[in-house]
């Protein structure tokens, strides 16, 4: 089993920003691109951001565009979600995952490891 652990989440005022961190087991994330997504309670999982296995190529929803960025560090086997400008509509766990060589980039389906999710939570 691969083995993904998000960070890095908590409580934050809106306008303040997190860096999240997916770290995975091993050297997992080499040659694999990532993704993030967030699930809200009522709400399907849905896209925020993923990376290309090389890093670089970055792709965004249209939701978090100009306020997050995604990052990744093969040596250190972990990527990043800086998240700023966080508003109240950011609530969800927030889940990194691994890509399975699939497309689309931005659809679940194409990913076949998840993390177990952190929690942000945007206060106003």
């Known amino acids: 089993q691969v083995q993904l652990v998000e960070s890095g989440g908590g409580l934050v005022q809106a306008g303040g920003s997190l860096r999240l961190s997916c770290a995975a087991s091993?050297?997992?994330?080499?040659?694999?691109?990532v993704g993030w997504f967030r699930q809200a309670p009522g709400k399907e999982r849905e896209f925020v951001a993923a990376?290309?296995?090389?890093?670089?190529?970055?792709y965004y929803a249209d939701s978090v565009k100009g306020r997050f960025t995604i990052s990744r560090d093969n040596a250190k086997n972990t990527v990043y979600l800086q998240m700023n400008s966080l508003k109240p509509e950011d609530t969800a766990v927030y889940y990194c995952?691994?890509?399975?060589?699939?497309?689309?980039?931005?659809?679940?389906?194409?990913?076949?490891?998840w993390g177990q999710g952190t929690q942000v939570t945007v206060s106003s």
């Open positions: 990376i290309n296995w090389r890093g670089e190529y970055t």
């Open positions: 995952a691994r890509n399975a060589a699939r497309s689309p980039y931005y659809s679940v389906g194409s990913y076949d490891y």
């Open positions: 091993g050297r997992t994330f080499s040659g694999y691109g």
